[in-house]
């Protein structure tokens, strides 16, 4: 896969402003080498299609393609002068990070001589391991072309930490358009075919393993049309797909790269490509080209007869234990038992019945992802004249790890319209955490934050709140905090009075005075300091046994989220 900022129409003096991706399955692991005599899927095959059977270049159309571009790169080019001559046919990546950010792209790798394109993947004296990605350009510019057929014959030296993902990329640098790559692999290992899923590019649609080596020279072709994705290894079809073909305009990019694994600093050679040809789709079209004759199938191996050797012994391989504290964190030790003597011992390390990467020593540390998994250990037994034994340990749980933990603490100032925090206190370093806020012990709604501002709602309640740490491989731990009561807001009261006639028989009304904005009252009219039974409205009528006593109102404002207040007026003295 290339990440890329692209224009179909990129002239080729532009600057290439991203990086490279290597294809998702370009692994930090070899594969085992094979070639077309010793394993090849097209062992013993006779090829289909002469033309992309071909060991040379191809000048002319194929029937139903129309070549749009060729490159057989007669024209030599001293190290670090490439595209020179080749300006109008190539540019190449340059200058940045690759797909792991472990080597960088660089056009003085590059070179041609003796009729082929050179890249020389080595480790700069700087430490940082070298790569390349030349992209042939059709009529000056990459990219703008929709279906299609893409062949080159190249080869590579086994190296390890280096590989190739040969692709065709959206020209409008949009993943889920599609990518399609061949040959793609370590070159280690054995070249694969990959075509992703549209929409969601980090699945495959379709993968093949050619079980073919870099190691020789042979001829990749990608088809590319409406209806299907075909992949042809010296002119035999090695896979196909009709689904998830991309429907966008694409670019060809021969790209090579680390593969995940920075590679020793003495791993050095080179790729080689002999030519190159791209062909556009043009169903219909007559063919311009004599084709070549198909070459013979490639014979399949005759099997040696087998040197006479005397039947392997039997070695004596007890089942392995492990020993250890079973909690994230501590060391795991392999007791093996008493194998044959002389018996060199290997270890595999599995959680879950998968092995751990990198885990192949007599211990293991136990990691995050190991927590609550069952872990096992395999131990190989090898020694010369005896049958190689494995044997697989009882598989034990891991535990999670104890979380340390503190109570944490309310603080700032808890008051309605007030702000609170939480203090976590002290936990293990890496915690992180999440908060529950509570009011009267239920939770208040949406009040997750690590502070908390109360609310009318909070007046004269108890607020306290739950901390719940969380680290990969511990066990989580929630922790309640002190309470703090929520002190209520102080009205502002007015003063009360009385107006109308203290003519008894007459109306009076209650003056409220002035209070907090929003507060709302009651009333409470009292007779000489007692209340007045059913008198609570805003006035009163007095009555003729009124007369002579001293009529008043008591005045109580409310307002949520403040403290009630009463205030009571100066009474008045009623006549007759």
């Given amino acids: 896969m ?18 490279a991706l290597l294809a998702s399955a370009l692994v930090a692991t070899s594969a085992t080498s094979a070639d077309a005599a010793t394993g090849s899927v097209i062992a013993g095959k006779t090829a289909t299609d002469p033309a992309a059977a071909s060991t040379s270049l191809l000048h002319g159309n194929l029937s139903g393609w129309t070549q749009t571009f060729k490159d057989d790169f007669s024209t030599p080019v001293a190290k670090g002068g490439f595209p020179g001559p080749y300006a109008k046919q190539w540019m190449t990546y340059d200058g940045f990070g690759d797909t792991w950010k472990i080597g960088r792209y660089e056009a003085d790798i ?16 700087d430490g940082v391991p070298r790569a390349a990605a030349p992209i042939p350009l059709v009529n000056g510019q ?29 020209d409008d640098n949009v993943w889920e358009n599609g990518e399609i790559n061949f040959p793609e692999g370590s070159l280690d290992g054995t070249t694969q075919a990959f075509n992703h899923q549209l929409g969601t590019p980090w699945n495959n649609d379709m993968w093949a393993d050619t079980r073919t080596s870099y190691t020789g020279w042979h001829t990749y072709t990608i088809d590319w049309t409406p209806t299907k994705i075909s992949y042809l290894l010296d002119g ?12 966008t305009p694409m670019h060809w990019v021969l790209q090579t790269a680390t593969n995940g694994t920075k590679p020793a600093a003495n791993v050095d050679g080179h790729l080689l490509v002999d030519w190159v040809s791209q062909y556009a789709y043009t169903p219909g079209s007559a063919s311009t080209v004599a084709l070549p004759s198909a070459p013979a199938p490639t014979p399949a191996p005759t ?12 070695l004596t391989a007890p089942t392995p234990a492990i020993r250890g504290t079973l909690t994230v964190g501590s060391t795991l030790t ?18 879950e019945g998968a092995a751990i990467a990198g885990a192949t020593g007599s211990s293991y540390k136990t990691t995050a992802a190991d927590a609550s998994k069952r872990i096992s250990l395999v131990v190989t037994g090898s020694k010369s004249g005896y049958t190689t034994a494995s044997k697989t340990s009882a598989a034990v749980v891991v535990k999670p790890a104890p979380l340390a933990s503190a109570a944490p603490t309310v603080t700032g100032k808890a008051t309605v319209g007030g702000k609170v925090g939480a203090k976590t206190g002290t936990w293990t370093a890496g915690t992180t955490f999440t908060y529950q806020w509570k009011r009267n012990g239920q939770a208040i709604s949406r009040a997750t934050a690590a502070t908390y501002a109360p609310t009318a709602s909070d007046a004269n309640r108890a ?16 922790r309640a905090s002190n309470a703090a009561t929520v002190k209520p807001l102080t009205l502002t009261a007015g003063t009360p009075g009385v107006k109308g006639s203290t ?11 002035t209070w907090t904005t929003g507060t709302k009252w009651t009333f409470q009219w009292t007779r000489d300091g007692s209340w007045i039974k059913g008198a609570t409205g805003t006035t009163y009528r007095t009555k003729a046994s009124d007369a002579g006593h001293r009529i008043g109102v008591k005045v109580t404002g409310s307002k949520p989220g403040y403290t009630s207040a009463s205030r009571w007026s100066k009474p008045v003295t009623m006549r007759r």
């Avoid at 394109?117 to 480790?123: F, I």
């Avoid at 086994?158 to 692709?167: D, E, R």
């Avoid at 607020?463 to 929630?478: E, S, Y």
Wanted: proline share 6%.
């Fill in 2 to 19: 290339v990440t890329r900022t692209s224009s179909r129409s990129l002239s080729i003096s532009a600057t290439i402003v991203a990086g």
């Fill in 110 to 125: 590059l070179s041609v001589h003796d009729g082929v394109l050179d890249m020389h993947l080595h480790t700069g004296s």
């Fill in 142 to 170: 990459w990219g703008g072309q929709t279906y299609g057929r893409y062949s080159v014959r190249m080869k590579a030296d086994a190296l390890p930490g280096y590989g190739t993902a040969f692709l065709l990329w959206d």
């Fill in 236 to 247: 035999v079809v090695v896979a196909s797909t009709t689904t998830n073909i991309p429907k």
């Fill in 303 to 314: 099997p040696a007869k087998p040197p006479v050797a005397p039947k392997p012994l039997t």
């Fill in 334 to 351: 392999a007791q093996t038992g008493t194998w044959t003597s002389g018996t060199a011992l290997s270890y595999k390390w599995l959680r």
């Fill in 463 to 478: 607020i306290t709140v739950v901390v719940t740490g969380t680290k990969p491989g511990h066990t989580a731990v929630a």
């Fill in 503 to 513: 003519k008894a028989g007459s109306t009076l009304t209650a003056q409220r005075g």
